[in-house]
């Protein structure tokens, strides 16, 4: 079973500060991904990464930053937090280069911005 | 780009009535298609997916969907629902070529009263 864990279930920031959303994977998948989710919104994608040390932006990158320094791991950066990045933030992976493999997902990491 | 649009945010049904979630996506080339479910407190995980073949497909829990590429549209069925189907369900797009990451709905809330 693919197992993608999220580092905190949980997390309470004020604004201004810097936040870090860890994600680690342990099926050697090379595709990984931060959405957000906000209700009424679905899941929106914030960056992916197709490689170690690559990474795109996705459709709402402006706020955050992400590392990804070893294959397994993938950081979702706040550079400082402000209020709206209040969400649910998730991670997945993806299985080879090609299209047609399914995304899974972590746990997820609700982030409260006070 | 494309777009997914999913009609039915909140749905309430009764044990035992029948089930069909709207999904339409836009985008003028070739698309993968999924269908993911978030019970309460739990992660995303996936119900069905569609690359090609027969247009219509079977997935975990009895549920079932069906591409009608026509009308641009991946609805979610099943002929009777359980009150352990509450839960949002998520309609999913990516193209086979270009971008890897999914484009998502908004989400449909399924209620199912004992």
């Known amino acids: 079973d693919v197992k993608v864990t999220q580092s905190s279930r949980y997390l309470v920031k004020r604004t201004g500060e810097k936040v870090f959303l860890e994600c680690v994977q342990d099926m050697d998948h090379e595709n990984m991904f931060w959405y957000r989710q906000d209700p009424g919104l679905g899941l929106r994608l914030i960056y992916f990464s197709y490689d170690v040390k690559m990474k795109e932006k996705g459709d709402i990158p402006e706020g955050y930053s992400v590392s990804r320094e070893k294959k397994e791991r993938f950081s979702l950066i706040l550079e400082s937090a402000s209020t709206n990045q209040t969400s649910m933030y998730l991670c997945?992976?993806?299985?080879?280069?090609?299209?047609?493999?399914?995304?899974?997902f972590g746990p997820g990491t609700r982030l409260t911005v006070t | 780009a494309q777009s997914v649009s999913q009609h039915n945010h909140h749905v309430i049904l009764s044990e035992a009535a029948s089930l069909e979630l709207g999904c339409n996506y836009s985008y003028g080339g070739t698309v993968n298609l999924f269908w993911y479910v978030q019970y309460p407190g739990q992660h995303l995980q996936l119900l069905l997916k569609y690359f090609s073949g027969d247009p219509l497909v079977k997935g975990i829990k009895g549920f079932e969907a069906e591409f009608i590429k026509s009308k641009f549209s991946f609805n979610l069925r099943k002929p009777s629902v359980q009150w352990s189907d509450t839960a949002e369900y998520f309609c999913a797009v990516n193209a086979r070529t270009g971008r890897r990451a999914l484009t998502f709905g908004s989400g449909t809330r399924l209620q199912v009263q004992p």
């Open positions: 997945a992976t993806k299985g080879s280069t090609g299209s047609t493999y399914e995304q899974y």
